[in-house]
């Protein structure tokens, strides 16, 4: 049961955060709002997230993980409820917000405590099966969202997405055990460096650093792709409606088919060789949407998600492997600040681009930015070289 609650932690975690995505030409209909206005309903939970995350990394680095993932799933529903009583794009935008401050709380701590409970050598395993729970939990979200909105209204999707959450909020609480392999740690004076000179050390680390470069650029890809082609595919020749465009995101369930086999084989193969496999599938799926076939369009679709579930998956291992062990959710905070930083400038920097020259400019710069993302893992992501000491002794007094 253990496996099972932390993949359903990650489909709480995501259920709500980019359920406006499909609604997009809906509300900038309906609150007579730019693109780049509605996106911000998107980038305002990633930049919750975003700024949230280093804080909860230092606040609960010593707390009981479950605690602090229970209380998180909490305060996710209860903002998404409240959003159902927006009566302008700014009220919308405020509840999006704070959606986004708790996820933190879920998705830094899981990390962890995946790589605190399980052995090593299953660590990419049960990550694999937590990310297949986020791209379920988007799935979930981005269609019932749409679906619903398109029977009913846009307010109904918020109230059954926050009531879900509060239903498996429940479920994690009663089936995550209480960590056997970590114990809360009462810090003494001194014993421990504190949050600053945590992070300045982590900014020194080379590996690290790589690390949370591309876990920018992975997101950056994913919600870069799913917000703007909603445009491009409610516009002619496509026509898309609300409920079309949500179906869209069945593509999401490929990846849960893909990423658990692609966690066993990163085992295999390697993080760097993973992670370079997955990008360049992301790109090759994002050059497919360029085809004037909608069924060529959603196998790119299909390339692109799986390929960022993979990485994604791979780069969370990389994050175990390269942050200090005393300040591993510290690691992940800051991991996923970078990454939903990529999220929050993917809901608003194509929009340049956008309107210089449509969905084929976009396309453009995102494929760029994939590119960089794989030069820096192949790059940052090598083993450190160990030089043996001279004297022995010497390295045992260090």
């Given at each position: 049961?253990?496996?099972?609650?932390?993949?359903?932690?990650?489909?709480?975690?995501?259920?709500?955060?980019?359920?406006?995505?499909?609604?997009?030409?809906?509300?900038?209909?309906?609150?007579?709002?730019?693109?780049?206005?509605?996106?911000?309903?998107?980038?305002?939970?990633?930049l919750g997230v975003a700024i949230s995350a280093p804080v909860f990394g230092a606040v609960t680095e010593r707390l009981a993980r479950k605690r602090v993932i229970v209380i998180s799933l909490l305060g996710v529903s209860i903002p998404t409820?409240?959003?159902?009583?927006?009566?302008?794009?700014?009220?919308?935008?405020?509840?999006?917000?704070?959606?986004?401050?708790?996820?933190?709380?879920?998705?830094?701590?899981?990390?962890?405590?995946?790589?605190?409970?399980?052995?090593?050598?299953?660590?990419?395993?049960?990550?694999?099966?937590?990310?297949?729970?986020?791209?379920?939990?988007?799935?979930?979200?981005?269609?019932?969202?749409?679906?619903?909105?398109?029977?009913?209204?846009?307010?109904?999707?918020?109230?059954?997405?926050?009531?879900?959450?509060?239903?498996?909020?429940?479920?994690?609480?009663?089936?995550?055990?209480?960590?056997?392999?970590?114990?809360?740690?009462?810090?003494?004076?001194?014993?421990?460096?504190?949050?600053?000179?945590?992070?300045?050390?982590?900014?020194?680390?080379?590996?690290?650093?790589?690390?949370?470069?591309?876990?920018?650029?992975?997101?950056?890809?994913?919600?870069?792709?799913?917000?703007?082609?909603?445009?491009?595919?409610?516009?002619?020749?496509?026509?898309?409606?609300?409920?079309?465009?949500?179906?869209?995101?069945?593509?999401?369930?490929?990846?849960?088919?893909?990423?658990?086999?692609?966690?066993?084989?990163?085992?295999?193969?390697?993080?760097?060789?993973?992670i370079g496999g997955a990008i360049c599938c992301s790109i090759a799926g994002v050059l497919l949407t360029l085809m004037h076939s909608?069924?060529?369009?959603?196998?790119?679709?299909?390339?692109?998600?799986?390929?960022?579930?993979?990485?994604?998956?791979?780069?969370?291992?990389?994050?175990?492997?390269?942050?200090?062990?005393?300040?591993?959710?510290?690691?992940?905070?800051?991991?996923?600040?970078?990454?939903?930083?990529?999220?929050?400038?993917?809901?608003?920097?194509?929009?340049?681009?956008?309107?210089?020259?449509?969905?084929?400019?976009?396309?453009?710069?995102?494929?760029?930015?994939?590119?960089?993302?794989?030069?820096?893992?192949?790059?940052?992501?090598?083993?450190?070289?160990?030089?043996?000491?001279?004297?022995?002794?010497?390295?045992?007094?260090?």
């Open positions: 049961m253990a496996a099972a609650a932390v993949t359903l932690c990650g489909v709480c975690a995501f259920l709500e955060l980019y359920c406006t995505q499909p609604l997009l030409p809906l509300l900038a209909h309906l609150f007579h709002a730019s693109k780049t206005g509605v996106g911000m309903t998107v980038s305002a939970a990633t409820l409240l959003a159902a009583t927006s009566t302008s794009l700014t009220q919308l935008i405020f509840w999006r917000f704070l959606q986004g401050i708790m996820v933190p709380g879920i998705i830094a701590v899981v990390v962890t405590y995946i790589g605190e409970e399980w052995p090593p050598e299953r660590v990419a395993l049960i990550m694999s099966f937590y990310v297949s729970g986020t791209a379920l939990g988007g799935f979930m979200g981005r269609i019932s969202a749409g679906i619903l909105a398109d029977y009913y209204s846009w307010r109904v999707s918020f109230l059954v997405l926050g009531s879900a959450a509060l239903v498996g909020a429940a479920a994690v609480a009663m089936w995550l055990p209480h960590g056997h392999r970590r114990t809360a740690i009462q810090p003494k004076a001194g014993s421990l460096p504190t949050f600053p000179y945590q992070v300045q050390a982590m900014f020194r680390n080379r590996r690290l650093v790589a690390t949370f470069a591309v876990g920018f650029n992975v997101l950056f890809s994913l919600v870069g792709v799913f917000t703007w082609i909603t445009f491009y595919l409610s516009a002619a020749p496509f026509s898309l409606s609300i409920t079309a465009l949500s179906s869209l995101f069945f593509v999401y369930l490929i990846g849960l088919i893909v990423t658990p086999g692609a966690g066993y084989l990163i085992t295999r193969v390697g993080l760097r060789a993973g909608l069924p060529l369009v959603i196998v790119g679709l299909a390339m692109l998600s799986s390929g960022v579930f993979v990485a994604q998956t791979a780069s969370q291992s990389h994050l175990r492997v390269a942050a200090p062990s005393g300040a591993r959710v510290t690691a992940a905070g800051i991991y996923i600040t970078c990454y939903y930083l990529g999220g929050t400038a993917a809901g608003v920097v194509p929009g340049a681009f956008w309107a210089f020259g449509k969905w084929p400019a976009c396309v453009a710069f995102i494929v760029a930015m994939q590119l960089l993302a794989l030069t820096i893992a192949v790059i940052g992501w090598r083993e450190p070289t160990v030089t043996p000491p001279a004297n022995p002794m010497a390295s045992a007094a260090m």
